[in-house]
């Protein structure tokens, strides 16, 4: 029991000391291109309207499906609906 707590706290201190080691500085990130963020900036929306549309098709797709699924139990058992 001993050496499990031992190794626990082991983990904890190396997963915090790595935690710590990968933060960036406010200088770091200022010598970032405002270009290269604007660009990026865009993609990602880009990204983010395509998968807000792809989400909306698959929700309206899936709406579909259960409306028949609903309509098809409603055939086999009245009481179901």
């Known amino acids: 029991m001993r050496n499990v707590r031992l190794q626990l706290l082991i983990l904890v201190l ?5 935690a710590n080691s ?20 865009r ?8 998968l807000d549309n792809k989400s909306e098709k698959v929700l309206a797709r ?3 499906e ?3 699924l609903q ?3 409603a055939k086999i058992d009245s009481l179901a609906v």
């Open 71 to 73: 309509k098809k139990l």
């Open 14 to 18: 190396a997963v915090s000391h790595a």
């Open 22 to 41: 990968q933060d960036t500085t406010h200088s770091d990130v200022s010598q970032i291109p405002a270009r290269y963020l604007e660009t990026i900036s």
């Open 66 to 68: 259960e409306a028949k």
């Open 62 to 64: 899936m709406l579909k």
């Open 43 to 50: 993609k990602v929306n880009t990204l983010q309207q395509n």
